[in-house]
């Protein structure tokens, strides 16, 4: 099956700082979504973006799909963006399109 | 309004015991999901339905019965229940082209 994998697994920075998650995933999608799971254990959907560039206020992300790679920007950090991000990918040979095949995440800590 | 809701939240029970998770989704969805996120955070697909039918297991155990009484609704009930069952379930839904998949909030389940 598809393999994701995400970099660098954990990130600490000051509260302002930017930061670049990127997403690597072993063959063609149809899906690949960004999520925020935050502290209290809930799945955020941040974007939907199997391909292209996207922006939601401070956060950006790039799809790449010919590299197979996607990049999730995170500007002017807030500590309330402290949480685990999850890639997650489905595949257009998988049955039921959202089928995902999520990634290991990249936990941020943000700090004050 | 909650698109994906789960019930309940938490759920702390005794080995051996069955219990019954219920998720419903108001986004007039086609498909639903269940997905396993372990102690690690690693998130993996169980089951999907589409319009009611069981398309996806992805080698789960059989003393777990994913039921869809109808599109809006998927139920997932546990028998026997094991220590290695403790994890976090979440319910998704999503359309077969659209914008990805919409996740519940969670339910953590510990079993004692």
């Known amino acids: 099956g598809i393999q994701v994998e995400q970099s660098p697994p954990d990130l600490i920075l000051q509260e302002g700082a930017n930061s670049t998650l990127r997403c690597n995933f072993s063959?063609?999608?149809?899906?690949l979504q960004w999520f925020h799971q935050n502290p209290w254990g809930q799945l955020i959907n941040l974007f939907y973006i199997p391909s292209g560039t996207k922006q939601n206020g401070r956060l950006s992300a790039t799809t790449v799909a010919t590299e197979r790679y996607s990049l999730l920007y995170i500007s002017s950090s807030q500590t309330t963006d402290s949480g685990v991000y999850f890639c997650a990918v489905a595949s257009p040979f998988s049955f039921g399109n959202e089928k995902l095949t999520f990634g290991t995440g990249t936990r941020l800590t943000i700090i004050p | 309004d909650t698109a994906v809701s789960q019930t309940p939240k938490y759920l702390v029970t005794q080995m051996g015991n069955d219990k019954s998770i219920k998720c419903e989704q108001n986004l007039g969805h086609d498909t639903m999901y269940w997905y396993k996120q372990d102690s690690k955070k690693f998130l993996k697909i169980m089951f999907s339905?589409?319009?009611?039918?069981?398309?996806i297991n992805e080698t789960v155990p059989n003393r777990f019965s994913p039921k869809s009484p109808d599109k809006a609704h998927l139920n997932l009930h546990i028998n026997s229940l094991e220590l290695g069952d403790s994890a976090v379930y979440f319910c998704?839904?999503?359309?077969?082209?659209?914008?990805?998949?919409?996740f519940g909030q969670g339910t953590r389940l510990t079993v004692v």
């Open positions: 998704a839904s999503s359309q077969e082209q659209g914008a990805g998949a919409f």
């Open positions: 339905y589409n319009n009611k039918e069981l398309i």
């Open positions: 063959d063609s999608v149809n899906n």
